[in-house]
């Protein structure tokens, strides 16, 4: 029996298949990534370090030391400039770190600046007025045709630049009564002055006067408002004429008596008078506004 159920016993077979490997999957890849993004920041921050300064990295040091301090202060660090330019945004004359300003400080600072600049400036010119005064002084005591003529012309240092007033006497007026003509006295002093103010810098006002004495009719007629007018025009071409350029004079105008120089005496010879200014910069943008010059300058430097 024993022998019967061995023979009908099944026999099993086990084949084993060879085939390739099974697949990794991909955490190869994600691995790799980790691994290029670590370099490139690792690289990145040595790049950012190399070409940090110094004050900077001081100041990278101070503000995880205590950042609510530097945040309030400012200073080297205070992460409140947005230039690369070297110390920090447009203050120059930092060389290492930043510096924390607002609006309102940059502006008094330019402010400042530009006052002092116009102060030396002002300095400047109020020197060279006043030796062109000396040499205008100088001109007249020692030329044989001017020196009877002084007590008529009358220099000043004026807020608009030096004046140079050229009045009328008694004796010896400038121009005819009613008219714009020279006298040849006149000519003379306004030929030397013109002289003089060849080659300057600055420009010329030039304003005639008379006295209240009525002329003409001043409604309809030729009255001293032209006349005053012509005498300046008529001053002007002397000026010219003596060399100096057209181009200087900025300004022509008749008075009239509306400015009197005697003003207790209305009708005084000395209120008849021509009155030349060399006018200063500032008296100058007040009347022209800037020169060409100086707003190219201007936006050169910005």
Do not use: C
Not at 4 to 10: D, G, M, S
Not at 34 to 45: E, G, K, S, Y
Not at 51 to 72: C, I, N, W, Y
């Amino acid at each position: 029996m024993a022998t019967e159920a061995k023979k009908l016993q099944p026999i099993i077979i086990k084949r084993v298949k060879k085939g390739g490997h099974s697949a990794h999957g991909g955490a190869w890849k994600i691995a790799y990534a980790d691994f290029v993004t670590a370099m490139m920041a690792f690289f990145l921050m040595m790049w950012l370090l190399g070409s940090t300064t110094e004050g900077d990295k001081k100041g990278l040091a101070d503000f995880f030391q205590s950042p609510l301090r530097v945040a309030m202060q400012g200073g080297s660090g205070g992460g409140t400039s947005g230039s690369v330019i070297m110390g920090g945004g447009t203050d120059m004359t930092q060389s290492t770190g930043q510096s924390k300003r607002s609006d309102a400080n940059d502006t008094k600072t330019r402010k400042a600046l530009k006052d002092k600049t116009k102060s030396e400036s002002a300095k400047q010119e109020a020197k060279k007025l006043a030796e062109l005064s000396a040499k205008i002084s100088a001109i007249i005591s020692n030329s044989p045709k001017l020196a009877d003529f002084s007590s008529q012309i009358r220099l000043s240092i004026t807020p608009d630049g030096l004046q140079i007033q050229i009045v009328d006497d008694q004796r010896r007026p400038m121009f005819d009564s009613g008219s714009a003509a020279v006298k040849p006295y006149m000519h003379d002093i306004l030929h030397e002055i013109g002289v003089a103010l060849t080659g300057i810098d600055n420009k010329i006002s030039m304003d005639g006067h008379t006295d209240t004495k009525p002329f003409g009719s001043a409604a309809y007629g030729y009255s001293n408002w032209e006349l005053s007018a012509d005498r300046a025009n008529a001053s002007r071409r002397e000026l010219v004429t003596a060399g100096m350029p057209d181009t200087q004079i900025a300004r022509v105008m008749g008075l009239a008596s509306s400015v009197l120089l005697d003003t207790d005496n209305p009708r005084s010879p000395a209120n008849r008078r021509i009155s030349i200014t060399v006018m200063t910069r500032e008296a100058e943008e007040r009347l022209l506004g800037p020169r060409r010059s100086d707003t190219v300058d201007t936006h050169s430097a910005n």
